[in-house]
Nanobody, 127 residues
Framework: VQLQASGGGLVQAGGSLSLSCAASFRTVRDYAWGWFRQAPGKEREFVSAMTRTNEETYYADSVQGRFTISRDNARNMAFLQMKNLKPEDTAVYYC?????????????????????WGQGTQVTVSS
């Protein structure tokens, strides 16, 4: 199983980026998706998650209202639309997949809820 994240880049503050994550297997509809990020010198932190069941969504307070997670089961993909980006959003962004129940139990926050991880894509927001 492989996850491939893409879409990162350099953007000015206030700009937008859209990240994508493609899965190499065909049962993504059975899994929840998550996005995390890690800035230099900091621990990996939760950004957003979407469950399989009812497609519930969760967001970190720092991105609520600016980021939107979505999924396309037919294409085995998940997306993270990021708007009004801030310099503090600069990080490597990782996509992840996990079973629905543990992701729902932690509202997506716990990295240990996820079974599969992508390699990360760099997002840099200049001030």
């Amino acid at each position: 199983v492989q996850l491939q994240a893409s879409g990162g880049g350099l953007v000015q503050a206030g700009g937008s980026l859209s990240l994508s994550c493609a899965a190499s297997f065909r049962t993504v509809r059975d899994y929840a998706w998550g996005w995390f990020r890690q800035a230099p010198g900091k621990e990996r932190e939760f950004v957003s998650a979407m469950t399989r069941t009812n497609e519930e969504t969760y967001y970190a307070d720092s991105v609520q209202g600016r980021f939107t997670i979505s999924r396309d089961n037919a294409r085995n993909m998940a997306f993270l639309q990021m708007k009004n980006l801030k310099p503090e959003d600069t990080a490597v962004y990782y996509c992840a997949m996990g079973r629905d129940y543990p992701v729902r139990e932690t509202r997506g926050y716990s990295p240990s809820s996820y079974d599969y991880w992508g390699q990360g894509t760099q997002v840099t927001v200049s001030s």
